[in-house]
């Protein structure tokens, strides 16, 4: 995530200015409004060849500030140019920079709490980190997720973030399954707070095809166990895995390893069918904000909320992977998720059609 930002809001009233001349017909152009155009023309060009061209970039950001030379905007770029080309010690100098110019600027601070991370700066990285999360600027989350924060939540300096806040036990097989094995991954969760539960996979790969998903929640004396159990099944041969897998619970977290084992299959089932659904979300998180009967679609793939035991009736040839909401083992909800494809599909649901 590092270096946030969007349009200078410094520049952007620079296009409102020109058609306002032009509408007024004057002839003579303000100094400002030029110097403001041609920093506008520098950003802009600056921006397009970031991607490939950071060293450029940082010149052009360099260049539009010739105009505006104390535009806090135009440093914070510069310095995420100059950090995406490898000199983190400029970069750090042009955020030093934007944020005396601008103390409340929160991307700049972000920014540099990510360089400062990268150049192994922790304690000031952790300066900024807390000053932008107190100002709202970003969610924990967003923090712990981000690549340049999360290899190093272990270090003292952010043991104010949450690293793991919730105690969770996995359970899943190990070695190797055959073709045609359905297995189960459980989560089993304590300490979560009321609400969806959230689950983030950084890889869902190999010879296996989602089944469906079960969310159980029972009392206990340590307060409510959630579990909750992915069922999938070997389409094919080869290496399966899981994760590593992120677990949320409202602003905790909990940081899982990988689940891996071996698929054999037979040579004729060797080349698997294509994931019709390659992820992991947990059934609180994909019904929320979803009333029963509920019929939508999502992309390629078209979601049907139903209670227990309502009859429906599915297109032949989809792939559905069912997901339930369970109290105490009764079932109180079934998502179904149907792998449509970009072409509309008719259910039938209490006998009545209804096509998405």
Not at 138 to 146: A, I, L
Not at 339 to 349: F, I, L
Request: hydrophobic share 45%.
């Amino acid at each position: 995530m590092a270096s946030r930002g969007g349009l200078p809001g410094s520049l952007c009233f620079v296009h409102k200015g020109w058609l306002l001349l032009l509408v007024l017909g004057c002839r003579a152009v303000d100094e400002d409004l030029v110097a403001q155009r041609e920093a506008l023309d520098l950003w802009r060009h600056g921006r397009e060849i970031l991607s490939d061209d950071p060293v450029g970039a940082s010149l052009a950001f360099r260049d539009a500030r010739i105009h505006l030379p104390l535009n806090s905007v135009l440093l914070t770029w510069e310095a995420k140019a100059l950090a995406e080309s490898g000199d983190l010690v400029r970069a750090r100098v042009a955020l030093d920079l934007a944020l005396e110019r601008d103390p409340h600027f929160g991307e700049a601070r972000y920014n540099r709490a990510a360089y400062a991370c990268r150049a192994g700066d922790f304690e000031g990285a952790a300066r900024d980190l807390r000053r932008v999360l107190d100002d709202g600027v970003v969610s924990t989350r967003e923090v712990v997720e981000d690549p340049d924060f999360s290899p190093h939540l272990m270090q003292e300096a952010f043991e104010f973030l949450p690293v793991t806040a919730l105690q969770v036990s996995v359970e899943a097989p190990s070695g190797t399954l055959f073709w045609g094995t359905e297995f189960a991954v459980r989560l089993r969760v304590v300490g979560a707070s009321a609400g969806p539960l959230s689950l983030t996979a950084e890889t869902v790969s190999g010879p296996v095809q989602l089944v469906g998903m079960v969310e159980d929640t029972s009392p206990s004396t340590s307060g409510d166990v959630r579990d909750l159990t992915w069922t999938f099944r070997i389409t094919g041969a080869g290496e399966v895995r899981l994760g590593p897998l992120q677990l949320w619970s409202g602003e905790r977290r909990a940081s899982l390893p990988a689940v891996v084992l071996l698929a054999a299959a037979p040579p004729s089932r060797s080349d698997p069918p294509p994931q019709p659904f390659a992820d992991m979300p947990t059934t609180g998180e994909l019904v929320s904000g979803h009333d029963l009967g509920d019929v939508w679609r999502v992309g390629d793939e078209v979601r049907i909320l139903t209670g227990p035991n309502v009859p429906l009736v599915r297109p032949d040839g989809v792939h559905a992977a069912v997901f339930e909401v369970r109290d105490h083992n009764d079932t109180t909800a079934v998502l179904t998720r149907l792998a449509a494809g970009p072409e509309p599909v008719t259910v039938v649901m209490q006998g009545q059609a209804i096509t998405r």
